[in-house]
């Protein structure tokens, strides 16, 4: 897809959040605790990201009809040959439960496992974070970059603990207190999509977690990667969108981020 079209595309989706958005705030603000689902421990689902994931489908179906989904509630998990569209329609839904302000739409394009378009709506700031393959990032249509600060020691981390998979949790808490004893400081969103975002523009200098699934990363890593961050699994490989486990950080901390995830994970 070329450069015209992928901003044409990028554009056509910040709108579509922006009217999916709407109908999500004006939801939270009538939102009974009855209308919640459980899908497992710690994983809850609402009305409210079934009907949104509805009107998300229904409109990126008609801007490119050719691409397929992987979507978190399952409206439509066709595969496409070539490009597939990865969609969160509320991440932060446990937030958006309990009326913690920070929830977003994140959503994004792969053309063959690549992603080449990452849109992330921070609705209750109304902070759209956005960008395309060689376009850079953008929020609210200002351009966007990664921090400067070259050492972890000046840094605040991001990170975010798994719904499931609980057999890695002591070597990652040993990640977190070496975070707490080492950096400024650490700071949980329960957003993966908004801690993206964070470090792609500069508020944080870093974010890890594991128990990740491909809607939960793939909007905010490529937003990362063009506001100059570096994205990659725990191994610094490029494993992060399916892998489940994920490093975004500037380039300056990036690599000792991994340092410190693969000493803890070592001694396990």
């Known amino acids: ?47 409210v990201d079934k009907t949104a994931e509805a009107r998300i489908v229904e409109k990126l179906k008609s801007l490119l009809p050719e691409a397929g989904f992987y979507t978190e509630e399952s409206t439509d998990n066709t595969k496409g040959d070539k490009y597939n569209w990865i969609i969160d ?27 080449i378009l990452g849109v992330v709506h921070e609705l209750n700031l109304d902070e759209c974070f956005y960008a395309y393959k060689n376009g850079g990032a953008f929020m609210n249509g200002k351009p966007i970059s990664v921090s400067k600060i070259s050492v972890l020691s000046d840094s605040l981390i991001a990170t975010g603990f798994p719904y499931h998979n609980y057999d890695r949790m002591i070597p990652y808490m040993q990640v977190f207190d070496w975070c707490m004893r080492n950096t400024h400081g650490l700071r949980r969103l329960g957003s993966a999509a908004a801690d993206l975002a964070y470090v792609a523009c500069g508020r944080f200098e870093a974010f890890y977690e594991y128990g990740l699934n491909p809607w939960d990363v793939a909007g905010g890593a490529i937003i990362v990667k063009e506001a100059g961050g570096i994205v990659t699994d725990f191994i610094g490989e490029n494993n992060f969108i399916f892998g489940g486990e994920l490093i975004a950080a500037n380039s300056g901390v990036h690599k000792e981020m991994q340092m410190v995830i693969k000493n803890e994970f070592s001694k396990a």
């Open 1 to 47: 897809m070329e450069n015209s079209q992928l901003k044409k595309l990028c554009i056509d989706v910040t709108e579509l959040t922006t009217d999916v958005g709407k109908f999500i705030v004006g939801e939270r603000k009538t939102f009974s605790q009855s209308n919640i689902e459980k899908k497992g421990h710690n994983d809850l689902v609402s009305y």
């Open 89 to 115: 329609p509320l991440d932060g839904t446990t937030n958006f439960i309990h009326g913690i302000p920070c929830f977003c739409i994140s959503i994004a394009l792969v053309e063959k496992d690549e992603l």
